[in-house]
């Protein structure tokens, strides 16, 4: 497993959300509970917001983007039933704390971000913290990283209108694995697909709440939003 803090004062901050937030809510996996006692949450958010980095709580990272709670992370991470070999495609770095969780559980992640801000923060929190087996694009998710299929596995931490054709023909034929949110501003729910040569199998779960996938596959990007990206770009 990658470098990571494994003694600072948050320690026992990290035991307690394990156990309460995802222990008792079903999370079972021992890779993924151990990687989430692990990996230090605090470091991917801003320090006016360590004291609140291990509640129960999405938390602000800026470019209108959020780390996602504790238990969102840890769940989809488990559907994805990873072992530690795989090379895995996340769609929105974001913070880089899931991305985190995955470089603990996979053999290779690549993450895919489209704002650039987000990006470059994100990769020198994970290099500080020694994660050696990721690498950061900055693009449209929606598409993927065709150059760099197929993918073991792939999580996308965004809500899509459906399910990205190009992300579907990215994974690996022989069992490859999704998860990710489908839905609009209203209702969305965890998808898991799994692809079997040409069949693709799909299983409806949990509801939850994310923001939206913004691309070509996913939805269309808002004047604010548009003018945001022109500014991360300069």
Known sequence: MPVVAT???Y??????????QLQERGISDPRVLDAMRRVPRHEFVTSDLHHLAYRDCPLPIGEKQTISQPYIVALMSQ?????GHERVLEIGTGSGYQTAILCALAGQVYSLERHARLADHAADVLAR???DNVEIYVGDGSQGLPDMSPFDAIIVTAAAPALPGP???QLNTEGGRMV???GDDKEQYLEIVTRFGNRW???RTTSVRFVPL???YGFRATRSEKDDDDQATV
């Open 7 to 9: 003694k600072d004062q």
């Open 11 to 20: 320690q026992n901050a990290r035991e307690h959300m394990v156990m309460k």
């Open 79 to 83: 559907m994805l039933r990873l072992s």
């Open 129 to 131: 913290l020694g994660f």
């Open 167 to 169: 992300l579907r023909t």
């Open 180 to 182: 990710l949110p489908v």
């Open 201 to 203: 199998q799909i299983e």
């Open 214 to 216: 913004i691309g070509r």
